[in-house]
Nanobody, 121 residues
Framework: QVQLVESGGGLVQAGGSLRLSCAASGTIFRINSMGWYRQAPGKQRELVANITSGGSTNYADSVKGRFTISRDNAKNTVYLQMNSLKPEDTALYYC???????????????WGQGTQVTVSS
């Protein structure tokens, strides 16, 4: 069993900041990458940012320069620092981890339950 528990969402005014956290727990052999996706009402889920175990990062163009993803491998935790938030950042944010549960297992994707981020204008 693997669980991803997110925290840090909320309501903020445009221009403000929020920090999301996501901790993975359970039977985990290796986490390959962790990241954040978001889904706004009526839209498809999209990648916000992800980070590999080696620290390589990837960002959606819409958040480059405003959001920063980081990771604590010892704690199996990923963070998303969101600055200069805009109303269009409003969405349900999901944590994702691509991991292997055992040395003989295969890599699989796991998801958190989602945390709401609302940015008012």
């Amino acid at each position: 069993q693997v669980q991803l528990v997110e925290s840090g969402g909320g309501l903020v005014q445009a221009g403000g900041s929020l920090r999301l956290s996501c901790a993975a727990s359970g039977t985990i052999f290796r986490i390959n990458s962790m990241g954040w996706y978001r889904q706004a009402p009526g839209k498809q889920r999209e990648l916000v940012a992800n980070i590999t175990s080696g620290g390589s990062t990837n960002y959606a163009d819409s958040v480059k320069g405003r959001f920063t993803i980081s990771r604590d491998n010892a704690k199996n935790t990923v963070y998303l620092q969101m600055n200069s938030l805009k109303p269009e950042d409003t969405a349900l944010y999901y944590c994702n981890a691509n991991l292997r549960r055992t040395v003989w297992g295969k890599n699989d994707d796991y998801w958190g339950q989602g945390t709401q981020v609302t940015v008012s204008s």
